[in-house]
């Protein structure tokens, strides 16, 4: 049987590996194809398609993972099969970039005011050309020894509670359904698992989303139960992703490349 893995982060957002070696990692892994869904960006969409190229029967579902809020609360939605060269997707990225590099500044800024011995420069090489986001700015304090894991870092200084924290742009859940509708895609209800409570998944169904991840690594067996059955009664796309960032280090971020995926004949539907 046939696998693909929906969730993956490259070096094009806050994942460690580039697009090309992704490609080559899911290889390794027996996938017979990912989704590139890096956060606000489509980036590395690009390079993963033409290294897959080179193999068989690899398949790349060009994606995207949109960060939004409503009520107070952070929800990511997952667009799939989009048209990446879009030109209002484009424009609304090109915004939310400037946003994240502006908003990296102030999060530096705010860690020097600290103590911590920091600057943009740690950033942007850990970053590359990728969008910058508080998981490279975890990366440098990890390196600099100010925390032990990625789960620290937001604890202490990076989340929305800490005192290093900075707000970001914010689109919202109906914003990012019509931008990725518009772009020809399928929006998806990332790992709901993580959402405060089932009511605000009920809210996305009820503004139009089109699928739920059902299968991510950060839910149990009974939260992926339930997420089938509301995805069944309401008739939506049922999707299962890692969301891969890296291997696992300190067992500190999500899951392995692989480690959750969904067998291919499951979303023909989509791939057609």
Known sequence: ?????????????????????????????GLSGIAITDHD?????????????????????PGIELSTEYNNEEI??????IDYKNENLLKVLQSLQVDRNMRALKIVDKL????????YEDITQIAGQGAVG???IARVLIRKGYVENNEEAFKKYLGKESPAYVPKQKLTPIDAIDIIRSAGGISV????GLLKSITTLEYLIEIG??????????HTIDKSLKYLELAKKHHLLITAGSDFHYPPHNNDYHGDLGSIKIPLKNIQKLLE
């Open 1 to 29: 049987m046939n696998f693909i893995d929906m969730h993956t982060h490259s070096t094009a957002s806050d994942g460690l590996y580039s697009p090309s070696r992704l490609v080559e990692y899911a290889l390794e892994k």
């Open 41 to 61: 960006t489509i980036g590395g969409i690009e390079e993963a398609i033409q290294q897959a190229s080179y193999y068989k029967d690899f398949i790349i579902i």
């Open 76 to 81: 990511h939605i997952l667009g799939y099969r």
């Open 112 to 119: 020097i005011s600290l103590g911590l011995e920091i600057s």
């Open 134 to 136: 508080r998981p490279h």
């Open 189 to 192: 209800a990332a790992h709901p």
């Open 209 to 218: 989303i089109e699928g739920i991840e059902v299968y991510h690594s950060d």
